[in-house]
């Protein structure tokens, strides 16, 4: 908090301590006692008090008290300062007289930064959703249909508004029917038919060998491409239209850009398209989902498990699993058998309802996957990891 400086004006003064007289000499104090306040220095100027009153020293409580210093000079402290010394009263003073012996500049109080947490980002116009942070600055520009995310960083000290701040940012945007190919034709077809889009579009991107990968939740297909400046651009097809996330490293840190680019990675893998079912209705009183009250592990990259048993689902990439007829067991240390001590156990075909049920520390969540029951159980701090693994469930068709 910034201390006011004391808002009394000359004249005020002037007939504020006429009224008290003055004294050129001060009778035995009636008590003193050492104190330390917090406040602001006003001269008195021509004011005469007593011989020895200079100054007026407001505290930041808003008390005033007459001050003087054998040991500074009162008149070169202008701003919030921590002071230190005897305080007397005198039958002869209207106010205690403060005797300063230290003096040092106030600290300004911290101000406590604002709790940074995940927070669901969804776009019913593009069918997507995700998670970014509640600290990004998000920017749509209306004629092109950019999404950008911006990822603020400490200013440093040597950053001046003549040479601003470069941040790093995330796009997000949209191409509409611009893919000969669609959700039927081959992962080669597909695959070639974004190509040819970014060759025709991307002259930065056109002689970089892009990488397939599988994204989001619902690990749907992808193709990666990494530039030497470290920019990376993922494009996802949708039926004819084209989905584009991209990376972009403006500022010069490494460690920074690595702490991005990890960031990137966790946006793109709680990234899922979402239907027009999932979209909620516009109800401003209905209160904001209630995330778990344990504390949740989260989890940053995540890979595919196709089971012998008919299904695929996304599972923590650093994590082992063993499985067998009726379920898997998951855990951070190589397990050899399927054991209810694991972190997570899986079990499907249970025929249990959907939802979450709750026994002491340990949740189940449960999720109908066409005509199939899948049902995770571990410890209540995984519920956001299980119910990320659960959503990722597709059914094998049978050829």
């Not at 035995?28 to 008195?44: I, K, N, V």
């Not at 019913?124 to 749509?140: A, D, F, M, P, R």
């Not at 992808?222 to 990376?232: C, D, E, M, Q, V």
């Amino acid at each position: 908090m910034k201390l006011s400086t004391l808002k009394i004006s000359l004249l005020t003064l002037s007939l504020f301590l006429s009224a008290c007289g003055s004294s050129d000499e001060l009778s035995a104090p009636l008590s003193r006692e050492y104190e330390s306040y917090t406040g602001t220095l006003t001269s008195l100027g021509s004011i005469k008090v007593s011989p020895i009153v200079t100054h007026l020293f407001e505290t930041q409580e808003g008390d005033v008290l007459y001050a003087f210093s054998e040991r500074y000079d009162l008149d070169e402290y202008a701003k919030a300062m921590d002071a230190y010394g005897i305080v007397s009263t005198y039958e002869e003073l209207d106010k205690p007289l403060y005797e300063i012996t230290r003096l040092t500049e106030a600290k300004e109080e911290e101000i406590e930064a604002e709790e940074v947490t995940k927070v669901e980002y969804r776009n019913s116009e593009l069918g997507v959703v995700t998670q970014i942070y509640s600290n990004w600055q998000v920017e749509i520009n209306d004629a092109s249909g950019l999404i950008s995310f911006k990822i603020p960083h400490e200013t440093e000290e040597t950053e001046t508004p003549e040479t601003p701040v470069l941040e790093d940012h995330i796009d997000l945007i949209q191409f509409s029917q611009v893919l000969s190919s669609t959700s039927e034709s081959t992962p080669e077809e597909r695959s070639t038919d974004i190509k040819n889009h970014v060759i025709g579009n991307y002259a930065d991107l056109a002689n970089i060998v892009p990488e397939q990968i599988t994204v989001g939740i619902d690990a749907v297909m992808g193709l990666r491409y990494k530039t030497s400046a470290g920019n990376i651009h993922v494009f996802i097809p949708r039926g004819s239209d084209l989905l584009e996330w991209s990376y972009h490293y403006l500022y010069t840190d490494e460690t920074l850009r690595v702490q991005n680019t990890n960031l990137f990675s966790a946006v793109l893998n709680e990234f899922r398209f979402i239907t027009v079912d999932e979209i909620p209705a516009e109800t401003p009183d209905s209160p904001a989902p209630s995330s778990p009250s344990v504390s949740q592990v989260e989890i940053s990259k995540f890979a595919t498990l196709s089971s012998n048993f008919g299904f695929t689902m996304s599972y923590p990439a650093a994590w082992y699993y063993v499985g067998g007829s009726t379920g898997y067991s998951f855990d951070d240390a190589e397990i050899e058998e399927v054991t209810a001590e694991a972190l997570v156990r899986m079990e499907f075909n249970t025929g249990a309802a959907e939802g979450v049920a709750h026994n002491g520390n340990l949740v189940s969540v449960t999720k109908k996957v066409d005509s199939r029951s899948f049902t995770l159980t571990g410890s209540a701090e995984y519920q956001n990891v299980m119910q990320t693994m659960l959503d990722s469930i597709q059914t094998i068709k049978a050829e």
